[in-house]
């Protein structure tokens, strides 16, 4: 599975952006698809996940209610919505899969677990 992360930018705080995740290759061993984020100088954290198989799913404390992670099955390619960006959401974001679908789980870890990485996509969130 080979994952492309996308749609990173600059954005003043309160404003939006959306993630793209494409997946490609062996797609079918990608039952859950995560974003993760490393800010400079912090570990790696979860930030939402999705089973792509019945679209459960799982969010940290964070960015409940600011940000929603959406799969497109058809288009191989999982979003990340996030609205009401505030400075402390700056950091690369990357997206991971994992074969088991209750690797959503993992929002709550540094991904460490996951089978798949894609590269990063940088979020910048400054006025």
């Known amino acids: 599975v080979q994952l492309q992360a996308s749609g990173g930018g600059l954005v003043q705080p309160g404003g939006s952006l959306r993630l793209s995740c494409a997946a490609s290759?062996?797609?079918?061993?990608?039952?859950?698809i995560g974003w993760f984020r490393q800010a400079p100088g912090k570990e790696r954290e979860g930030v939402s996940c999705?089973?792509?198989?019945?679209?459960?799913?799982t969010y940290a404390d964070s960015v409940k209610g600011r940000f929603t992670i959406s799969s497109d099955n058809a288009k191989k390619t999982v979003y990340l919505q996030m609205n009401r960006l505030k400075p402390e959401d700056t950091a690369v974001y990357f997206c991971?899969?994992?074969?088991?679908?209750?690797?959503?789980?993992?929002?709550?870890?540094?991904?460490?677990?996951?089978?798949?990485w894609g590269d990063g996509t940088l979020v910048t969130v400054s006025s």
């Open positions: 991971a899969a994992d074969s088991a679908a209750s690797a959503i789980v993992a929002v709550d870890t540094t991904g460490d677990g996951m089978d798949y």
């Open positions: 290759g062996f797609t079918l061993g990608a039952h859950a």
């Open positions: 999705i089973n792509r198989s019945d679209g459960t799913t």
